[in-house]
C-alpha cells in the first residue's frame, strides 16, 4: 500500500479549494535538483511512488531521491451506478494537494546531468506540469 497517514483526526475531509502559490517548501533545501510544480493539483499516493520507484531504479543505488509532498488528504468516492442520497462515500485513495511553486522531488549525491534525468523520468509520472529547480548556491 502506498503512503498515507498512521492516524487522522477525522475519515473523511471536504474538497476545499486551492488558490494562490507555495509559499512553504518551495525552494530545493536537500538534494542538488528539484522538480517545481507549474499547475495545482491532486497528486495521489500511487502517483508519489510511481515517482519515487522509477527515479531509484533508474540510479541504480546511487545518489538519493527526496520526496517532498506527503499525502495526508482522503478522498472519497460512492460506487458507480449508485442511487442519489446515502451520504458520502469511503475513502477511495489518499492525495497530497500541490500548488504552484511547490518542490515535489528532489536529487542528490549525483551528478548533475544525471539528476535532471531521473527528475524528467518523475515528471512524466505526475499529473501537474512541472519544471526543473537548481540549488541557490549559499553566499
Not at 499547475?39 to 543505488?61: D, H, K, M, N, W
Amino acid at each position: 500500500m502506498g503512503m498515507m497517514p498512521s492516524r487522522v483526526k477525522f475519515r473523511k475531509a471536504q474538497r476545499g479549494r486551492m488558490k494562490g502559490n507555495a509559499t512553504r517548501g518551495n525552494t530545493v533545501a536537500h538534494g542538488i535538483m528539484g522538480l517545481r510544480a507549474l499547475s495545482p493539483g491532486l497528486i495521489t499516493a500511487e502517483q508519489i511512488e510511481a515517482g519515487r520507484v522509477c527515479a531509484t531504479r533508474f540510479l541504480a543505488g546511487e545518489g538519493r531521491v527526496y520526496i517532498r509532498i506527503f499525502p495526508y488528504k482522503p478522498m472519497s468516492a460512492i460506487p458507480l451506478e449508485t442511487r442519489m442520497g446515502k451520504g458520502k462515500g469511503e475513502v477511495e485513495y489518499w492525495c497530497a494537494p500541490v500548488k504552484p511553486g511547490a518542490i515535489l522531488f528532489e536529487v542528490g549525491g549525483v551528478s548533475e546531468d544525471l539528476s535532471h534525468k531521473a527528475l524528467r523520468k518523475i515528471a512524466h509520472k505526475l499529473p501537474v506540469r512541472t519544471r526543473l529547480a537548481v540549488r541557490r548556491k549559499a553566499p
